[in-house]
Each structure stands twice: as C-alpha cells, then as structure tokens.
C-alpha cells in the first residue's frame, strides 16, 4: 500500500467513524421511551391544542419518527460500509503518467473557491486564446472570486509536426502558465484518461479548493450562475456532479462513429444516466472520491460515462441539474 494510498483510506476511515459516533448518539438520544422526536405534525399539534391526539397516539407518533430515523441510519451507515470497502481495493488502472507542463504552485498560496478545469488538444491553440479574453478569464482575474483557471492536454505525436506543436506549446506556458500536459498520447480515444488526470490533478494540487467546474474548450458560460447553482446545490447534498443529465441513451454500435462503443467494450443495450462532458461542477470531496473510483473500475473510454455514470454510482454520488448550470457551443 503506497503513502498516498494509506493517507486516503484513513481519512476516510476517520469520517466514517465519526459518522457512526454521531449515528449512535442520535440513536441513543431518541430510543428512551416518551423522549421527544421533534416532527412537522408535533409542531402542528403544540401551535393548536384543538388537533392534539391523546397521549398515546402522541407517544406512537414518536416511536414511528424513531423508527423511521434508526431505519435511515442504518442505511446510510451500511451504504458508508460498502464504499469504504470498494476503496479499499487495490488500484487497476494507475495513472502514472509523468507531467511535461504541470503549474503546481497554481493553488498553493491563497484561499481557492472555483478550479476551472479545461480539457484540451495540443493544437487547439485559437480555442484556449478565447477562452482567455472570456467570461471565465474575466471571473478569475477578479480577486473576490478566488478562482483560478487551467487547460489539461495530453502529449503531441512523435512526428515532425507535432514537434512545432510542443514548442509552440512550450512558448505557451512561458507566456500564461495554465496548462497542465500530461505523458499519455493525446488522441480522441483517450478522453477517459485526461478526464482522469484532470481529477487527480485537482485533487493532488488543489484539494482545498471548494468546487471545481470542468468545461469544453469551445463553449460559453456565464460563471456567476454557474457559482450561485453549486452553492444552492451544496445546501442539500455533500457530494453531487452538476449538469446536464441524460438517460435512455443506447450505445452507438456503428464503427465509423466517433462514439463507437463494441459489445466487447460494453455489453449493455443501454448506457446508464449520465452528465455531458461539456459542462460539470462538482464539490471537491466529490472530486477526490471519483478519482479514488476511477483508479478501481474497469476502464471506459467515454470519460463522461465512465465518471459520472459508472464511477459516480459506484461511490453513491447523485447527478444533479439546475436551469443556471448550462453552457453552449461557440458554434452555435
């Protein structure tokens, strides 16, 4: 078991233990009989004496509200079990590819809200210089927003050509130093990989970050919203990925797709619910978690079923939608 791998199982170790602490305290604070268990009815009852039941019906009230409350706890103490066991195995798909660019000090000396993380090719040179004049760059360059912004692109082919792309690249980090480059071969076929690495690197180099939003390279947001909708979010769930959701969609079975998915990649008649790539937010905890998931589960090269669908249901994190968290292509 590696350092980094140790770290990580007991910090989750410790949040399920205090978890099952604060379980058995709830517990044993409501399972005196005639103790009260506070519920939307008691309230009813206490503000109009006219629909009070007799005290039994009141003392059933509570056991039922008790009951109901050991019941949930108990599930959600099991499920906490379930999740640290699928931690606990070992690792399948490493990600140990070496950085060529990686601005570790991005997020080191100041308090971090917002990561935008970009997923990008080499040669998408137009693309990252748009989303530098943008709304994004206009969002993170005010200090009271405390974000910051960074491109992810895999390495450039081993040919002539691709040469001039990595030194123009290379010229590139000199002038701006948002790109993280990563080892693996930047192809189509990777996306799984450099989703992959876009979580490790946040949660590796900026963990203390609040959220982190991932978006194309080729699409507008408005990051106000985007902010305002993982706040609201964030009131109600600990962990979730936010966007767009989609379900019912059936794998595409035709070779000259560029979403070509064989039988032997994945069986189903069916993909499971998903969020476009396009746009996702999530808290950081979230991030941390799907990235330990991705390390365990057997490879899918569509990175946005791969995380938000496979990953996400293997460590029980919702997938939410707000009408505020929407993007939309340059193009259209």
């Known amino acids: 078991m590696t350092a980094r791998r140790s770290v990580v199982l007991t910090v989750l170790v410790v949040t399920s233990v205090i978890n099952v602490v604060m379980i058995l305290h709830l517990i044993r604070l409501h399972s005196t ?15 109009n004496p006219g629909l009070q039941g007799s005290p039994q019906d009141l003392r059933d009230q509570q056991f039922a509200t008790l009951h109901r409350l050991k019941r949930n706890l108990t599930l959600q103490l099991e499920l906490q079990k379930k999740i640290i066991a699928f931690l606990s195995q070992e690792i399948i798909n490493n990600h140990n590819f070496s950085y060529i660019h990686n601005p570790i000090k991005t997020c080191s000396s100041e308090k971090i809200t917002v990561l935008f993380v970009i997923p990008s090719a080499p040669t998408n040179f137009e693309n990252r210089d748009k989303v530098r004049k943008g709304s994004r760059a206009s969002y993170i360059h005010d200090s ?3 974000a910051k912004l960074l491109f992810f692109l895999g390495r450039s082919q081993s040919n002539a050509t691709d040469e001039d792309i990595q030194q123009k690249i290379n010229e590139e980090v000199i002038k701006y130093n948002d790109i993280v480059q990563d080892g693996f071969e930047d192809s189509y076929r990777n996306m799984r990989l450099k989703a ?12 203390r970050a609040k959220y982190v939003i991932r978006t194309d390279d080729d699409v507008q947001v408005n990051p106000e919203k985007l902010v ?33 998915l064989s039988q032997e990649e994945y069986p189903y008649s069916t993909l499971p619910p998903f969020v476009l790539g396009g746009l996702l937010g999530y808290p950081m905890t979230t ?38 968290f929407v993007f939309k292509h340059w193009a259209w």
Request: hydrophobic content about 45%; aromatic content about 10%.
């Open 33 to 47: 009989k005639g103790s009260p268990v506070s519920t939307s009815s008691d309230v009813k009852h206490a503000s």
């Open 144 to 146: 009271n927003n405390q």
């Open 196 to 207: 992959v690495s876009m979580l490790k690197w946040a949660s590796n180099f900026c963990g």
């Open 228 to 260: 305002a909708a993982l706040d609201r979010m964030s009131n109600e769930f600990s962990d979730f990925i936010l966007g767009q959701v989609v379900s019912g969609w059936e794998p595409i079975r035709r070779k000259e797709n560029k979403y070509f």
């Open 287 to 324: 991030v941390k978690l799907l990235y330990q998931a991705a390390l365990r589960m057997k490879p899918l090269w569509l990175d946005d079923v791969f995380i938000t669908a496979i990953c996400a249901q293997k460590v029980q994190v919702p997938l939410l939608a707000d009408p505020d």
